[in-house]
């Protein structure tokens, strides 16, 4: 069974950080309408006090995830988010080697559940940079023995829905677990190689004005499931 449990990395009378486990959401959603359980309501019954989520990951990532625990702290952060003043780093595993570093700048549609056609693109960038590489010993096309993945950092400038998802998409470089804009059948292989079913997206830092003055950087490194990087 996996383990939902919610590690605590920031807490103090404006904040609350935690390090998310995968499959668990942020918030109950109409997206998830049939799933009852969710870090907000968690916290809130531990805490016994209210919570502000001021930004948001998949269900399926996992990392550090930020609560503000008044009004004030919230629209802080709120503003900060929108002007770009919170830096984020994720950790992703994706398909094939992409080049050492790159700059993904691709106007994204604001719904990725509906047809991109009709919808106004809105502008994002992320910075990248591979940090591992591994060729494993199973095949997925027939015409080759080994199958190449990498880890790498990424870096959103913006906050767009299923960003790092959709844009290492783009690359031709999807990331593994992702049942939505990945492929299934690396998604299958390297579960049964690792022996772990997830989406590999996991949220690892993130640096932010703190309500009450300076800035706070908040890591949380990935589990033990996770290949290495060098």
């Known amino acids: ?3 939902l449990t919610l590690r605590r990395l920031v807490d103090d009378e404006r904040l609350l950080v935690v390090d998310k486990p995968t499959g668990l959401l942020v918030h109950r959603s109409a997206l998830d309408a049939h799933e009852g359980d969710s870090a907000l309501d968690r916290l809130r019954a531990e805490t016994g006090r209210p919570l502000w989520p001021v930004h948001r990951l998949d269900k399926g990532s996992s990392g550090v995830l930020v609560f503000a625990r008044d009004a004030d702290a919230a ?14 780093h994720y950790l ?16 994204l549609a604001r719904d ?7 919808q106004p693109a809105r502008p994002a960038t ?6 591992a590489t591994f060729e494993w010993p199973f095949a997925v096309d027939a015409r080759h023995a080994t199958s190449r993945y990498a880890l790498v950092r990424a870096a959103p400038l913006q906050g767009r829905r299923h960003q790092i998802r959709r844009h290492f998409k783009h690359l031709g470089h999807p990331l593994i677990g992702d049942s939505t804009h990945g492929k299934g059948t690396h998604n299958r292989a390297v579960a049964a190689w690792l022996g772990t079913a997830r989406l590999w997206l996991h949220a690892v830092q993130i640096d932010l004005p703190h309500p009450d003055g300076g800035r706070l950087v908040v890591r949380g490194e990935p589990g033990p499931e996770w290949p290495p990087s060098r």
Do not use: N, Y
Not at 78 to 85: D, L, N, Q, R, T
Not at 112 to 118: Q, T, V
């Open 75 to 88: 629209r802080a952060l709120g503003h900060a988010f929108a002007a770009g003043e919170v830096v984020k």
């Open 126 to 131: 992320t910075h990248f940079e591979r940090l």
């Open 1 to 3: 069974m996996r383990d």
């Open 92 to 107: 992703a595993l994706v398909r094939g080697w992409p080049a050492p570093e790159g700059v993904i700048d691709h106007p």
């Open 112 to 118: 990725p559940e509906r047809p991109s056609a009709g």
